[in-house]
């Protein structure tokens, strides 16, 4: 009964966590498009710090702070033990890759980083574990590939209007991909922090 009564407690705290992380990625994601249609319109791009389009800016360091907490996260869960800790490790490992991709930024990145980015999104989906903690993170996966997605079509559309950075339909496009981008991985982030939080417990009942 005890027992029961302390499970029930843990899914109750882990439930308000991963609403708290859907909070904050949607709070995340509406604060950096507001920035950038702001610094667009008023400032004409001038204030670096709130151009999302550059890993420079506040919301592009966010952007690679989640996805280097996601990678550790990830392993921290992995170490806590379970059927999927090789997947976990591996997820890690892409995740870390990702990171150091987006961090060096070399020539032909996309070449090298979507194949990583799709092998990672599909260990997330597949290796995530179950409960609240899964929910989070498959909707992040889809938050991120819907970015992706409107990112593609909308760069063919830009390109075939002849749209450069200084136009609103330029500026939208990239919005849509970069707050997405941010948001998925705070998703994915605070999906894999409150799954490695989860496992404690259960291993400390099973010793």
């Not at 994601?29 to 400032?43: C, G, K, R, S």
């Not at 890993?55 to 869960?77: E, K, P, Q």
């Not at 970015?147 to 760069?155: E, K, L």
């Amino acid at each position: 009964m005890v027992a029961a009564i302390r499970t029930l407690s843990s899914s109750g705290r882990l439930d308000y966590a991963v609403w708290r992380v859907r909070i904050a990625a949607a709070a995340i994601a509406i604060a950096a498009t507001t920035a950038q249609l702001i610094d667009f319109a008023v400032y004409d791009q001038r204030l670096g710090p709130l151009d999302m389009m550059t890993h420079n800016s506040i919301f592009g360091i966010t952007s690679l702070a989640a996805l280097a907490l996601a990678a550790v996260a990830s392993l921290a869960a992995a170490l806590r033990g379970g059927e999927r800790s090789r997947e976990l490790v591996g997820l890690s490992a892409l995740l870390a890759l990702l990171l150091a991709l987006r961090i060096a930024h070399p020539a032909h990145v996309l070449l090298i980083a979507v194949p990583l980015g799709a092998a990672a999104l599909t260990l997330l989906w597949s290796a995530a574990p179950g409960g609240t903690a899964r929910r989070v993170l498959r909707e992040g996966c889809i938050v991120l590939v819907v970015a992706f997605v409107v990112h593609g079509i909308g760069t063919k559309v830009v390109s075939m209007l002849g749209l450069g950075p200084e136009t609103w339909g330029y500026q939208l496009k990239a919005v849509v991909k970069h707050s997405g981008e941010l948001a998925g991985w705070v998703l994915i982030a605070g999906g894999l922090v409150a799954a490695a939080a989860a496992a404690r417990p259960q291993l400390g009942r099973e010793s």
